[in-house]
């Protein structure tokens, strides 16, 4: 069964750094999501695409996080500088087209610790 | 901001005993869907209830919509210890945005 697929699985950096994480989305799903989860919490969307556009990243904090998905296949999540507050599960989803009704397939997610 | 909150925030049952969690949303909605979190591990979708729909059923999965209360239910029966795991509602149409918004979850824990 296809799989979202996310790497690193998990990220140890010190603040100020730059991180980068990776997410190839099920192969055909033109939309694809990036969530962040702070523990105990649900998860928040950051930014989502529909092929290589971005469709709504209101919830992205454009000053350290940026995102792209340059051919509408695989994504790169950056954050430059990390801070201690972005520590949290990073979680990548796909789906076949936009539309909530549509269900969201999640990879295993990558956990981002900032000391 | 999350526009589900799910009640009880944890619940712990006996393996075979039902499990209920509650969710309740604040403005109207397109759909709701429920989602799985095994511990430190990605969401897997369970299953979508239409703001038309009243009650859905999926394997020994229940759930309920009652749209004039705001409020959705999901019941586990004859619960399995593989069933622990973070149980989260999500609903869409806020403010006509098609975003999920998710709640905070209910943790269960099904003691064998």
């Known amino acids: 069964e296809a799989e979202v697929a996310q790497s690193p699985r998990y990220k140890i950096t010190e603040k100020s750094q730059a991180v980068a994480f990776w997410c190839d989305p099920i192969?055909?799903?033109?939309?694809l999501y990036w969530y962040r989860q702070i523990l105990g919490q649900g998860p928040e969307l950051l930014v989502q695409?529909?092929?290589?556009?971005?469709?709504?990243d209101s919830q992205l904090p454009k000053d350290r996080f940026s995102a792209e998905r340059l051919k509408g296949v695989d994504s790169t999540l950056k954050i430059q500088p990390a801070e201690l507050g972005d520590s949290a599960m990073y979680l990548c989803?796909?789906?076949?087209?936009?539309?909530?009704?549509?269900?969201?397939?999640f990879g295993p997610g990558t956990r981002l610790t900032v000391l | 901001s999350q526009q589900g909150e799910e009640d009880p925030q944890a619940l712990s049952i006996q393996e075979g005993e039902n499990a209920t969690m509650n969710c309740s949303y604040k403005?109207?909605?397109?759909?709701l869907q429920w989602y799985r979190q095994n511990s430190g591990r990605g969401l897997v979708h369970l299953i979508l209830?239409?703001?038309?729909?009243r009650e859905k059923h999926s394997g020994r999965l229940r759930v309920t919509l009652d749209t004039s209360k705001k409020s959705s239910s999901l019941l586990i029966t004859a619960s399995r210890a593989a069933d622990t795991a973070s149980y989260f509602c999500?609903?869409?149409?806020?403010?006509?945005?098609?975003?999920?918004?998710f709640g905070k979850g209910t943790k269960l824990t099904v003691n064998p």
């Open positions: 989803a796909s789906s076949p087209s936009s539309g909530a009704h549509h269900t969201q397939y």
């Open positions: 192969s055909g799903h033109a939309t």
């Open positions: 695409f529909q092929d290589e556009s971005v469709v709504d």
């Open positions: 403005t109207s909605i397109n759909n």
């Open positions: 209830i239409r703001s038309n729909e």
């Open positions: 999500a609903t869409d149409g806020q403010g006509g945005s098609e975003k999920l918004v």
